[in-house]
């Protein structure tokens, strides 16, 4: 019985011993992984300092180096995916978007970045999914996003009147939104309402006074209404406000052409 009785307490003893080392490793893995964590979240956030001056090349390296220290962070990989969008990279910018809505299924945020890159590859009706699922999202913080990528998605299927439909919906809730007035400038032109789309563009121009596509879209319209002096001035602003840039050679040809009607 003695020997029976040292036996059981020297199990027990190897028992204790063996679930005790199982939590200090326990332990030491979760306080390491949260190190990890910490060193991934500082590598995203310097990267998104690098993202906001435009500097992508920069931004991508930190979000690199934070997913090889933690890449189960959905906010991380939306970061990746909107880096490579920006580098013209959109099949990769499309796994990682995946990748955050796999981590987060509720990242309203990332369904509407990843329905911008289908925009981008002209995929329209697959956009027009992802775009559908945001703006039914009823604690999405800015639904006329998705409603105005939803009109931009009409408009390029030539679409017209859902389109109009969503830019007004996207204006309803925000009525100096850019991206809708312009869409809804546009929309209204493609439809003939020439007219409209002018007064929509002049509205937007004068909340937007910098903006020299806005101009561009302007000229294009006052050319059609045969109001060659206004589209002439709105070309030569598109030149001033972006000088020696693809619009500013585009506004040069559309300033030859009405040159030569007259």
């Known amino acids: 019985m003695g020997c029976y009785k040292v036996k059981k307490m020297q199990t027990f003893r190897r028992g204790w011993i063996f ?37 992508y090349s920069e ?7 934070a997913e090889s220290l933690y890449p189960d962070d959905p906010f991380l990989q939306n970061d990746l995916g909107l880096t490579y969008k920006a580098k013209k990279k959109p099949d990769l ?20 970045n990843l329905g911008t890159v289908y925009l981008d590859k002209g995929e329209w009706d697959t956009a027009i999914a992802y775009f559908k699922e945001v703006a039914g999202n009823l604690v999405y913080a800015s639904p006329h996003v998705p409603l105005s990528n939803l009109g931009w998605a009409y408009y390029n299927k030539k679409a017209y009147e859902p ?16 991206n809708a007035l ?42 059609a209404l045969h109001d ?10 598109v030149e001033e406000l972006a000088p020696k840039s693809t ?5 040069e040809k559309a300033v030859q052409k009405i040159k030569h009607l007259e």
């Open 228 to 237: 060659h002096e206004s589209a002439l001035n709105a070309y030569q602003k």
């Open 59 to 65: 931004a991508l390296r930190e979000f690199l180096k």
């Open 19 to 55: 679930f005790a080392v199982m939590a200090i490793c326990i332990a030491g893995c979760t306080s390491t992984l949260q190190v990890r964590k910490q060193q991934g979240e500082a590598a995203r956030n310097l990267g998104e300092v690098y993202f906001a001056q435009r500097n």
């Open 93 to 112: 910018a499309i796994t990682h978007f995946k990748k955050a809505l796999a981590l987060k299924p509720d990242y309203a945020s990332a369904r509407n």
């Open 182 to 223: 312009r869409g809804l400038g546009l929309t209204y032109m493609a439809m003939g309402r020439i007219p409209e789309g002018v007064e929509i563009l002049e509205s937007a121009v004068k909340e937007y006074p910098r903006n020299a596509l806005l101009y561009f879209d302007l000229g294009t319209g006052y050319t």
């Open 247 to 251: 619009l500013a050679r585009q506004a």
């Open 163 to 178: 389109a109009e439909k969503y830019y007004l919906k996207a204006l309803e809730i925000a009525p100096k939104f850019i």
